[in-house]
């Protein structure tokens, strides 16, 4: 393999990395966020239940959605429809694909790290772009929300009832959007600091 075929496998593989490492940041920070928001929204009244089972529910759910060995959904307080059980297993997929994708840049980045990036530039432009992406997320959070789902999901299954999926009752949009923006802070930092660097 020639330097500009590993500077451009290195670099196609750093992009993944940074992706991902920011998707990955943000879902285990989210127990944080989801921790502070509980009081913060009122979560506790609006499902009449105490904190602690709202918490233990959450935890739930994401050991589900990140845990490679738990194929089984079961939430202790909240009922779930057909419908519902399928869009967290699409979650599921999505979030070891994610962490699979982690780990293979992140070998591939390893390997080599000492190869001079001749396309650091590429990072700037990634940057650049996820700018744009946020400023439609700040101007019209519900047309993103919607949009994005609608890229990574080819059914409607994410449109809960919260008759039949008590469980979004405890999903503000208000959390989701703490969680966007903790993304986008890590991966326009990461790419701009890549984009800043001369060597890989």
């Known amino acids: 393999m020639s330097n500009s075929q590993k500077d451009l496998l290195y670099t196609i593989a750093l992009a993944f990395f940074i992706l991902t490492t ?21 979560l506790e009244q609006a499902v009449d239940m105490k904190y602690g089972t709202i918490m233990k529910n959450y935890a739930q759910m994401m050991d589900y959605l990140i845990n490679p060995f738990n194929w089984q959904w079961h939430l202790s307080d909240f009922g779930s429809s057909a419908a519902g059980r399928l869009h967290f297993l699409d979650c599921k997929k999505l979030f070891l694909l994610n962490f699979g994708v982690f780990i293979v840049s992140g070998a591939i980045v390893a390997k080599f790290h000492k190869i ?18 946020a400023i439609m997320m700040m101007f019209n959070f519900d047309q993103f929300f919607v949009i994005f789902h609608e890229v ?31 993304f986008f802070i890590l991966f326009e930092g990461l790419n701009f600091w890549k984009a800043r660097l001369k060597k890989a």
């Open 22 to 42: 920011a998707i990955t940041v943000t879902i285990f920070a989210s127990y944080l966020l989801f921790a502070i928001d509980i009081k913060h929204y009122y």
């Open 152 to 182: 990574l999901f080819r059914n409607s299954d994410w449109l809960f009832d919260p008759e039949k999926d008590p469980v979004i009752n405890i999903l503000p949009e208000e959390f989701f959007t703490q969680c966007f923006v903790l």
């Open 116 to 133: 001079r990036a001749r396309f650091n530039r590429t990072f700037l432009w990634i940057g650049i772009v996820g700018i744009f992406l």
